[in-house]
């Protein structure tokens, strides 16, 4: 968190300037364009699904629900922001532009004085973006354990681990086609895991609330008896 | 799911660290094998010529040298052709056994046949280009790119730096060039007015060239008098704008004929194809719309006398609406605080001493700088080159007007422009 924080305010503080923000407008004018762009996004916006592996393991205290959903709406935040500082600078050629975070803070006015020590700061975020792509896989470690019931981690990491190293060493010249099946042909599988499963989760709840229900009345009852019996003894 | 432990996040800390610090050791250490330096030529600027269907690319390339000791930066140029531009640069590598990189190039110039045709030719390879810095200069030229990067300045033994002084922010500041990017080029090319403007790259001889013996401080003077008033920025078209601090009036180099950069003027393009040119005077009147402008010099004229003015600062602004008679209106508004720098008569003491600017004096400069932002509009509308960018403003705050009059919105524009100076206290 502290690398994320020094790298990306930086990035903003050095893109600021550069932004046009009247290159957002108008705003939600083409709606199909929205509603088309929307299906594509999914796989980005799919953390939500990361949150899947606690189920059972967390022990929720007072005040945590609000903590997760500021901290959630502050990652959207973020995200938003930056996307609109990149398109700020960028407007119409911003699709053109690769490597999104090195963009940005290149035409900072002091830069070519002092140097690109906005690359560091990229790096910084490159780290980061390491770590955050080696969070689902530890994850899925530890939710395949959790299935199995077993203690060996390593193995199950070595299960998951090493097919995808073989897909990523076989696959990568394949880089475009395989984003372009992703994005546009497997987009509804991301809402299911991130959208849905979660929501589904909340039955959960309701069958707990029924077996604490069924047990509250069994307890009823036996006290109910007990009683009775002692009533009929004396 | 296991206890979370302290020793697991001490664990923790230690894998990020020892993998953060060997990351770091691969970011700093090496290439990775990928460029041999020795192999590697360090494209600074590229000139850009079209002959029929092929492209004349000019590579200005750093050759680090050593003299008397001590290291000095030098440059050739390659030429090669091709059908595209990427195809010539590959020439460069069959010729030389170089492999050009792009990473340090600064400018690219396109010469005057280039820009006859769509200048994205052209730029294309540039813009696909991933280690090519889109911040770079662009500008194109009189004649060809080619003679452009063979000149020899006495400003810097590397014509292309010499040239990028021309361009500098700072000249852009003082309202003498109207900069333009690859990137800001490019999204006016691939924006709704398809309009951009590049700088106008001369070579020009110098006008007065230093005397060797006798009158030596007489002459110098006259050279430093002729730079400076350049890096004031003056509006005369025929004056070369030299950086601070370079005009010791030294010939530099020996053999063929020494010249400097100018780069007042400005082509107007629409739809990537040059079509019009602002002359320096309308350059400047230009920039004090769209720049914010410091220290930049303002001539006037008032009852048969040469004024000048220091623009310290102008707030401009640029408003466009579409009211209910469905009539466009464009209203640029420039707030310009000046003093007055000098004039071309002498004056009293108490004239001198005197902080304020006389109010006919402003009047005068206010009339002139409306009637030259009035023909900067109209030379533009004129050769459909969307200057000031309304078919964007129409875009973005008239969208519900965009179908109907994106057309010919230049057309149809109603343009107001207000300008007032104020004094400096």
Redesign the interface.
């Known amino acids: 968190m502290p690398l994320f924080l020094v790298s990306y305010v930086g990035l903003m503080i050095l893109s600021v300037a550069e932004t046009d923000f009247?290159?957002l407008?108008?705003i939600f004018?083409d709606k199909s364009g929205v509603l088309k762009g929307i299906p594509l996004s999914f796989n980005y916006f799919s953390d939500a699904a990361l949150f899947l592996p606690l189920l059972g393991?967390y022990r929720y205290k007072q005040g945590d629900g609000k903590k997760i959903m500021l901290s959630y709406a502050l990652g959207g935040a973020f995200v938003l922001f930056f996307l609109a500082v990149f398109y700020g600078i960028?407007?119409?050629?911003s699709p053109?532009q690769?490597?999104a975070f090195m963009q940005t803070a290149?035409?900072f006015?002091a830069l070519p004085v002092i140097g690109r020590f906005d690359l560091l700061l990229g790096?910084l975020m490159t780290?980061v973006l390491l770590?955050a792509a080696c969070v689902p896989i530890q994850l899925s470690v530890?939710c395949l354990?959790?299935v199995f019931q077993t203690?060996r981690k390593p193995l199950l990491s070595i299960v998951i681990n090493v097919p995808l190293l073989l897909f990523t060493c076989l696959c990568s010249r394949y880089y475009s086609k395989i984003e372009f099946f992703i994005e546009r042909r497997l987009f509804f599988i991301f809402p299911l895991f991130h959208l849905l499963l979660p929501l589904l989760a909340l039955l959960l709840l309701l069958k707990q609330s029924k077996k604490g229900k069924s047990r509250g009345q069994g307890s009823d009852e036996r006290k109910n008896t007990s009683q009775n019996k002692e009533a009929h003894h004396a | 799911?296991?206890k979370y432990t302290a020793s697991h996040a001490r664990n923790a800390v230690r894998y990020?660290i020892i993998l953060?610090a060997t990351?770091l050791f691969l970011?700093f250490s090496n290439d990775f094998g990928l460029a041999d330096i020795q192999k590697t030529a360090i494209v600074m600027a590229v000139g850009i010529d079209r002959e029929e269907d092929e492209f004349l690319v000019t590579a200005q390339i750093a050759i680090p040298s050593k003299q008397n000791g001590q290291g000095q930066a030098q440059a050739v140029q390659i030429e090669s052709r091709g059908e595209t531009v990427s195809l010539a640069f590959c020439q460069i590598n069959a010729k030389t056994g170089w492999y050009p990189k792009l990473v340090f190039c600064n400018l690219i110039v396109l010469g005057e046949e280039a820009v006859k045709q769509n200048a994205f030719d052209a730029l294309d390879f540039f813009?696909r280009d991933?280690y090519m810095?889109d911040?770079c200069f662009l500008a194109t030229c009189e004649g060809s790119a080619k003679d452009i990067l063979n000149t020899q300045t006495p400003i810097d033994q590397i014509s292309s730096i010499a040239a990028q002084k021309v361009l500098s922010?700072h000249a852009q500041r003082l309202g003498t060039v109207a900069t333009s990017s690859l990137?800001d080029f490019?999204?006016g090319y691939?924006?709704a007015g398809k309009s951009g403007y590049l700088p106008i790259l001369k070579a020009e001889s110098q006008q007065e060239t230093p005397e060797t013996n006798g009158e030596e401080s007489g002459t110098q003077g006259t050279a430093q008098g002729t730079f400076s008033q350049n890096i004031f920025g003056d509006q005369n078209p025929a004056m070369p704008v030299l950086a601070s601090g370079a005009a010791d009036g030294n010939t530099g180099t020996s053999g063929g004929e020494v010249k400097v950069f100018s780069a007042s003027e400005t082509a107007l393009f629409y739809d990537g194809v040059k079509v019009g040119t602002l002359s320096g005077d309308e350059t400047f009147a230009f920039c004090m719309a769209k720049d914010s402008l410091r220290l930049a010099a303002y001539s006037v004229k008032y009852n048969g006398e040469q004024y000048r003015l220091t623009i310290k600062k102008n707030k401009r602004k640029i408003h466009f609406s579409i009211d209910d008679n469905a009539v466009s209106n464009l209203r640029i508004t420039i707030r310009a605080t000046a003093g007055l720098r000098d004039a071309a008569f002498s004056q009293t003491v108490e004239e001198i001493s005197s902080s304020g600017v006389p109010a006919p004096l402003f009047m005068s400069a206010e009339e002139k700088l409306k009637e030259q932002i009035i023909g900067v509009f109209e030379k533009s509308r004129a050769c459909k080159c969307d200057l000031f960018e309304v078919s964007e403003r129409l875009?973005?705050?008239e969208?519900k007007y965009a179908a109907a009059f994106q057309e010919d919105i230049l057309e149809r524009l109603r343009l107001t422009v207000d300008v007032q100076f104020e004094s400096l206290r």
């Open positions: 009247s290159d407008l108008p004018s393991s960028f407007g119409v050629i053109a690769k490597n290149k035409y006015s790096y780290i770590f530890s354990a959790e203690e | 799911m296991r990020y953060a990351l970011f813009l991933e810095s911040s922010e990137k490019s999204k691939f924006s875009q973005k705050f969208n």
